[in-house]
């Protein structure tokens, strides 16, 4: 038989031992070398993918810097050379106010910065903002959405001024009273903003604890308290990391988050719970922030009305007049917080039996906000009310009919869907206290006659408030004398819905109203 080819081989290698030993180490080591070769080829590749990625995410966050650095310097440009400018008391007179020169800030903008859409709608999201900010609501929707115009048609980048951008929309939204429409943006955002999100690290933490705050916010005022209540104790909780990390000062983000969780355990009842959360809140504060701090006075406000459900009343009295004395120092002689301390004040002070101490206190908050606030703002409106109270409590009942009346009265401008309970407590009021005076049925129906005459006098054709302001009236006359004078008075109201600057708001206010006075019929 033939030899095999593996028998000839291995017959050949003992013959020859030190070649083939030398042929195999040689092997050994070009394979050896191959594998080291491609293991520092790819460690090396590694480090310089590693190198480019590090170079191009320092060019990106330079880039960005410049970036932010450009805005910041166009609108702080913008704002001390194209707004106060133009508020030039030589051109404009002496009594010029920055709000004049806001006017028409837009189309100067607009003009500067054409051909720089990104800066543009930087600015054009500030102004916006300012204007919120000033109370004027319709130039700030006006200029958001010119706003939004300018970065949809130029399609610029999502980044960080897109996130203030929507942020803007949902604030506006709530001070439109749009709060369904507003959660949903805000909702949108802090789910954004969260790790994997769409704009995940484009807003800093401080800004993602503020617009968790602002979600919460919206959802209390909407008064959907079980939705807002986990969110505020996550929000609590993601404030006293920040807080322990340095990257937001201490105290005052965090004790505002724990009123208003503190609030919502008030509302729903659990007085007891409120006030073991917000004892430590405010010992805390006045360690952090100080005893005369905005954020510690306002703990211990809230703090105050807790004790005074829980009928602790001395004990809520004492620490009114410590805060009334603590607001006095902080703020100036009108500021609208004294004037919260003094109801608050006043309050506790009637609790504890001291009527006419706490007529004294109610009656200088409503001096304070007949000087800064207009007719239907709600603390001018509970001022108004309970002074009336005192009066009563007190025998004043000829001081009290017309106090009785400016609080009508204020309700029929301010009293919206849902506010129908209200209008009618105080119409009940007056009406029982007209009654007290000795006050007949002609005289009452001659008397509120003139009062909703007068209120339906001051919102002519084509004013925002007609439509609302009927629609109360409406109310008030359909439940005081015949419910089918109120329905003729919802005719008129709807008329005036064409003229409303909120048209939808205002035909559920007339909706509600007609059911009820239906039924009254």
């Not at 705050?213 to 104790?233: F, G, I, R, T």
Request: proline share 3%.
């Amino acid at each position: 038989r033939r030899p095999t080819r593996g028998y000839l081989m291995a017959k050949d290698a003992r013959r020859n031992r030190l070649l083939v030993g030398a042929a195999a180490v040689i092997v050994i080591l070009l394979v050896s070398g191959a594998i080291s070769l491609s293991v520092l080829y790819y460690r090396a590749q590694r480090d310089r993918d590693a190198a480019v990625a590090g170079r191009s995410a320092a060019e990106k966050a330079t880039a960005d810097a410049k970036r932010q650095a450009r805005r910041l310097s166009v609108v702080n440009d913008f704002f001390n050379n194209g707004v106060l400018t133009a508020a030039n008391p030589a051109q404009l007179g002496y009594s010029v106010k920055v709000v004049d020169a806001l006017a028409d800030a837009e189309s100067r903008a607009e003009a500067r910065l054409k051909d720089e859409p990104d800066l543009l709608v930087t600015v054009l999201n500030r102004l916006s903002q300012v204007n919120r900010l000033i109370g004027k609501s319709d130039l700030a929707r006006t200029i958001a959405d010119r706003a939004n115009e300018v970065w949809t048609e130029n399609k610029l980048p999502v980044d960080s001024e897109r996130v203030f951008m929507l942020r803007q929309n949902g604030q506006l939204l709530a001070a439109e009273r749009k709060f369904d429409q507003a959660e949903v943006v805000m909702n949108d955002l802090v789910e954004g903003i969260k790790p994997g999100g769409k704009y995940d690290g484009l807003v800093g933490s401080a800004d993602q604890l503020g617009i968790q705050s602002e979600l919460c916010e919206m959802l209390q005022a909407n008064n959907q308290q079980a939705k807002a209540e986990p969110m505020l104790k996550a929000a609590i909780t993601f404030a006293q990391e920040l807080e322990d990390k340095g990257d937001i000062s201490e105290g005052y983000p965090a004790i505002n988050l724990i009123l208003s969780l503190g609030a919502i355990m008030a509302s729903n009842g659990r007085n007891q719970e409120a006030a073991d959360l917000l004892g430590p809140a405010i010992e805390k504060a006045k360690l952090r922030l100080g005893p005369e701090h905005a954020g510690t006075l306002a703990a211990l406000n809230n703090y105050c009305n807790v004790l005074l459900k829980l009928r602790r009343f001395d004990e809520a009295a004492g620490i009114a007049l410590q805060v009334l004395d603590g607001t006095r120092k902080a703020y100036a002689p009108d500021h609208t917080m004294i004037g919260i301390a003094l109801i608050t004040a006043a309050s506790a002070q009637s609790r504890t039996g001291d009527a006419q101490r706490a007529y004294d206190l109610i009656t200088e908050a409503e001096t304070l906000f007949r000087k800064t606030k207009s007719e239907g703002d709600y603390y001018l409106d509970r001022a108004v009310d309970i002074r009336a109270e005192y009066c009563r409590k007190l025998g004043r009942i000829e001081e009290a009919i017309p106090i009785y009346e400016a609080s009508l009265y204020g309700t029929l401008f301010s009293a919206r869907k849902g506010e129908q309970p209200l209008l009618i407590e105080r119409l009940g009021k007056l009406t029982k206290i007209y009654r007290t005076g000795g006050i007949d049925d002609d005289a009452i129906y001659t008397r509120l006659n003139l009062l909703t005459n007068r209120a339906t006098d001051k919102v002519p054709a084509g004013n925002r408030s007609r439509a609302r302001v009927l629609a109360n009236i409406a109310r008030v006359k359909g439940e005081a004398f015949d419910p089918k004078i109120g329905i003729d008075l919802l005719v008129k109201a709807r008329e005036a819905i064409a003229d409303s600057g909120e048209p939808q708001e205002d035909q559920l206010l007339i909706d509600t109203v007609a059911e009820i006075l239906a039924k009254l019929n």
